[in-house]
């Protein structure tokens, strides 16, 4: 296993690597830059020839008036030798410091309603495999059905407009209006944990229904395997024979969609960080891509990557160690 595990660890640097040069392409590849985008700005309320010199000076500065491959080179030796991710154009600030403002939440979000998906969807799915084609799990199987239909933001617009014109309560954001701008307090922590569950139960409803019918089919695939049937025909109970045997095995597709899962956990949910207006890097990203903040999407895009990777060794350990089957070596 330590063998699999540095052999794994050593492909991360020439797919990191790959990665950071298709970020870096996909980035050139719409017309102009940001800066343009500022100059023609800047043209269209009435900016001066002062503004020319400016945009000249902020191209030198970041490198744009050097060819692509220089760029991209001098981008990943700041990357490598000094754990520095270059500039962001859009918040004139390191990229370091503008991800890192956001990762807080994102995490927050993300982590509960992972949370919230395996500790409803695995149980639940079981549930469903144990009473097959009784009215239990009909119903399970059409809440989930319903609940892989809808769009994530629909739920979102549907919540806003309950919320707002039936309970008189607005759903937007991670804190009322009074603590936006207020240092943390043990206040404004409990203002944080009201808002929280809505926006995490939202991204979760599209996972949590997916999970179910992913945990109802393999736990009845397990459930037909003959040492099942033995292991019923010796009379150990029921309680046994599912969570000591059949689920031990019927959990391992849950593991492998847990390790790409991992990105959830920076990206978020973007759509739904938009509708809500949720300070997560999904909503960065998004936004580095419509300014062409290419540094700062770039960043992003290969974190995502990374922890891509991360999440599949991670659930390829955890097969292991689960399935004694498995085997690394």
Not at 3 to 29: A, D, E, G, K
Not at 33 to 45: G, M
Not at 240 to 260: D, E, Q, T
Request: glycine share 6%.
């Amino acid at each position: 296993m330590t063998n699999y595990i540095i052999r794994r660890i050593l492909i991360f640097i020439p797919m990191m690597l790959l990665t950071s040069m298709v970020s870096f392409v996909i980035m050139q590849l719409p017309k102009g830059d940001y800066l343009q985008q500022k100059l023609a700005y800047l043209e269209s309320i009435g900016g001066d020839s002062s503004s020319m010199i400016q945009i000249k000076q902020l191209r030198a500065e970041y490198g744009l008036d050097k060819p692509v491959y220089l760029q991209y080179a001098s981008w990943i030796y700041g990357i490598i030798t000094k754990g520095h991710f270059g500039r962001s154009f859009a918040y004139e600030k390191p990229v370091n410091d503008v991800v890192w403002s956001y990762m807080g939440f994102t995490v927050l979000i993300a982590a509960v309603s992972m949370i919230f998906v395996y500790i409803v969807s695995v149980p639940a799915g079981i549930f469903a495999a144990v009473k097959k084609y009784k009215w239990q799990d009909n119903l399970i199987c059409a809440v989930s059905f319903v609940g892989m239909s809808l769009p994530e933001f629909m739920i979102a617009l549907l919540l806003l407009v309950f919320g707002i014109f039936v309970l008189d309560y607005c759903f937007i954001g991670l804190f009322s209006s009074q603590f936006y701008f207020q240092p943390w307090s043990f206040a404004k922590f409990v203002d944080l944990l009201k808002h929280l569950p809505v926006p995490a139960i939202i991204v979760a409803v599209n996972g949590t229904a997916g999970l179910v019918r992913i945990m109802r089919s393999s736990m009845l695939e397990v459930l037909g395997q003959q040492y099942i049937q033995t292991a019923y025909a010796k009379g150990i109970s029921e309680n046994a024979v599912l969570y000591k045997h059949a689920l031990r095995v019927a959990v391992n597709p849950i593991i492998s969609i847990l390790g790409m899962s991992l990105p959830v956990l920076l990206s978020g949910s973007t759509i739904i960080s938009i509708v809500l207006n949720l300070p997560t890097a999904g909503f960065l990203l998004f936004e580095s891509l419509k300014t062409q903040d290419m540094y700062l999407a770039g960043t992003l895009l290969m974190l995502m990557s990374f922890m891509l990777l991360v999440g599949n060794l991670i659930a390829d350990i955890a097969l292991a160690i689960v399935d004694p089957r498995i085997r690394y070596d």
